[in-house]
């Protein structure tokens, strides 16, 4: 989903009354970033509050490549990163994922080996459908154990665009909040749908309801999601005690435009890329009787902060023992503080630009390449700025381009090297860079190596079920990552 | 100003709440147009209600060319045209018009000789300063003389940007309101204040306020400037009798971005194009007890339709001896009612494109000139649609670019030729278009001649303030009229 997908963003259908509605109730940021502009990453960072480069979930196979979880990788969370729901526990916190997790597929990944207690979803994207010989379906888990398969057992048609998934997720969400009533114990919900994803679906109800195509059915259906689970909370009478964020694992897929693509809005470009429609993400906090309602936050937030500010609510400190990049929210949320960070957009391996303030500077620049680009893969269609949206690598390191977010936030018209607020800017954000990368220690990269043999063949599970698949010999190569 | 420029549109600033404020009290149109990218020809729609095609306000001096008045333009709004505030008269109204007049300022074209009572402001763009020898400056008139001059009498710093306009010109809005209250007669304030067309100005207080430079703060001093005038309506008790409509007429000029241009959100390109940035506009009704407050319409919209629909408010019916493009929207803003009606996009002499519910069709697609952009004038910055922001005029009549504008608001993708869906969505539009075409009467084109002797050399009222300059040799020729 994009910035410009939420009607209170200016998307011009304004399809979105709930998240508007929430919006209206609680804060909405303007400036809040994913970490990533792929989803693997994004929601690695989300649960660690941590750079993928510090948590791993990066390459090295080349120079600056976006990368995920699909099922041929090899890798995935490592045992060493710390999760939320991990630390949560130790507040008493019971922990759900509803959703894709995305993190590793293999057993050792296991969402409920890294603190969560229930898990109702899928390990990958909702891809396919396979053949199950050259590759299997997707499967889908409850807790320890897989259920069924994307396409099998939970019916997507790639035809009509009709799958109940989302219902699904929803029902899921509700019943775990229902369940939490008798129990003194608190509750963390990840409700990680993977709809509005490509191939896009949403439920009959919604299908041919939008302006907007297929696209805006899913997002119509997530909206009137997220407007159930609220009122839900209200009902239940627990609204107040009850947290809720919503935001995005990266801007919207305009290589899905128009019929599974979103908006981002007035940015620029979009998923795959670290300009601001490949980052900056819609976000909004909610908790009825504490944030006070329609405010509007400058703050450059990041999905990362979502673990300190989840620990700092649950009375819990962030580990020491690592360098976290999340920073608390609740001081901006709850008093209206704006506080003083930087903004950091990586691709891989490589720190491609920075944001300070208003000012955002690339120290990197690429689309994708000319290979990819003749083929037809376009993360900008309809917008090219001349020595911005390369399609070669283009380094910048010792003359970045520097943009004024405020004046101009599609990244359109570059600050003139010769300017004196090019060179006043400049200083700053150099010394922000240097400090960032003296003090940076990546950690081992995970999403290196990919196997055919350790696609999702037989997971647990699977004998119950009578559908495990035999898996071919193994062969691990260097995942290709092209973009 | 353009559709991107309001906080409730996703302006990433979020920097007006007064009129994101009006919206949440009144009715919010996301789908409003000007019948003009320009501004002359878009005001003087505003005022007949007729299509510039139709009024005279358009050139005939090369194919589908923008033009407007500048100071040595020999014509100006037709005797022959009924304008709002001269039928408002049959109803007792007073008329006042604030701000740029711009349709003529030649004596037989004066505002008080078309119907409007009092007038404060301009008849031209406060472009400048001149040397008052090649050209004069513009005058600023009080009703029928000129009481001083751009640059002169009415400061604009062009180096800090500082013009204390817009205060004068809502100053002169509230003491007209004031001055209405002990009397029965109703009124009609043409609020049209120039303000954020270039070269752009603010206020001091308001002087690098705003996180978007001083286009920003100019767009924050209006909408200030409208909070101080809906806020004055309801502290005298009339709001609830004053129907009062917020709207722009052209997009946003890109060609002035980043330090002077607007938003147009994800609309394609600005001011001067046919494309959804040059011609879709913010738009807002209220009046507080009768509109529904909070309302989103769909209707497609149009400048002139505040023509009908203010005859309407006042009992009156639309001149029936002449065609009239403009609807009565109280349906649609009292009932939430949806009229069927396209919307025209001209250039000049030319029917760019139409647009008939979600679909638009371009008949013509240009940018500007390959020559005009080689010199550095892009209308379409940071944007290039291939086929579709051409350089060249190119004509699509036979098969015309057709784009769905709820999957793809930014016109980036055509539908292919070969689709079904093309095939029945031309039909449909070619209907429309024939019968345009058929019934259309071009009025008698005004903005063909310029000449040095009409300028504002010596206007009215010049004599008691020593301020007349001799005019050249009357030496008329036509327009260039580049765009």
């Given at each position: 989903m994009g910035w410009g997908d939420l009607g209170a963003l200016?998307?011009?259908?304004?399809?979105t009354p709930n998240l508007d509605q929430m919006a209206a109730e609680g804060m909405l940021f303007l400036d809040f970033y994913t970490?990533?502009?792929?989803c693997s990453p994004s929601r690695a960072a989300l649960l660690t509050g941590r750079l993928p480069v510090r948590n791993g979930f990066y390459t090295t196979n080349a120079h600056a490549r976006n990368a995920y979880t699909p099922q041929d990788i090899v890798g995935g969370i490592p045992d060493s990163e710390l999760l939320l729901p991990e630390l949560l526990k130790k507040a008493g916190y019971i922990n759900k994922i509803i959703g894709k997790w995305h993190l590793g597929h293999r057993p050792q990944f296991h969402p409920l080996r890294h603190g969560f207690d229930e898990w109702f979803g899928s390990p990958n994207c909702h891809f396919g459908p396979y053949d199950n010989r050259e590759k299997p379906n997707i499967p889908v888990y409850r807790n320890w154990e897989m259920i069924g398969r994307y396409y099998e057992d939970f019916k997507i048609d790639l035809k009509t665009g009709e799958a109940n998934l989302t219902q699904l997720y929803l029902q899921e969400a509700l019943d775990f909040i229902n369940k939490q009533q008798g129990s003194q114990q608190p509750f963390f919900l990840y409700w990680a749908i993977d709809a509005t994803h490509a191939p896009v679906y949403a439920s009959k109800q919604f299908l041919g309801t939008s302006q907007r195509g297929l696209y805006g059915d899913a997002v119509r259906e997530i909206d009137d999601s997220i407007g159930k689970i609220l009122r839900h909370l209200q009902q239940l009478g627990i609204s107040e005690n009850t947290f809720v964020f919503f935001t995005s694992d990266?801007?919207?897929?305009?290589?899905?435009?128009?019929?599974?693509g979103g908006s981002n809005g007035p940015f620029l470009c979009g998923k795959q890329t670290t300009f601001e429609g490949g980052m900056r993400e819609p976000a909004i906090a909610w908790w009825p009787g504490h944030i006070p309602a329609g405010g509007v936050s400058h703050q450059l937030g990041n999905v990362m902060d979502l673990f300190t500010t989840s620990l700092s609510l649950a009375g819990l400190q962030p580990p020491s023992d690592r360098q976290i990049d999340g920073i608390d929210l609740l001081p901006v949320i709850l008093q209206g503080k704006l506080i003083d960070r930087p903004i950091f957009y990586y691709r891989g391996n490589e720190m491609m630009a920075v944001r300070a303030g208003l000012y955002k500077a690339h120290y990197w620049t690429w689309s994708n390449s000319w290979e990819e680009y003749g083929k037809g893969t376009d993360f900008c269609p309809g917008q090219s700025v001349s020595g911005v949206t390369t399609h070669t690598q283009e380094e910048h390191t010792h003359l970045p381009l520097l943009f004024h977010l405020g004046r101009d936030p599609g990244e359109k018209f570059p600050l003139s090297f010769a300017s004196e607020e090019y060179q006043q800017v400049l200083g700053r954000i150099a010394g922000i860079v240097q400090q960032h990368k003296e003090t940076l220690v990546p950690g081992q990269p995970q999403l290196n190596v990919c196997d055919k043999a350790v696609m999702n063949w037989s997971p647990p599970g699977c004998q119950k079920l009578g559908k495990c698949l035999k898996a071919p010999e193994s062969d691990p190569k260097k995942c290709s990552w092209p973009h």
């Open positions: 200016g998307e011009p259908s304004k399809e970490a990533n502009p792929l990266n801007g919207a897929a305009l290589i899905s435009a128009p019929t599974q």
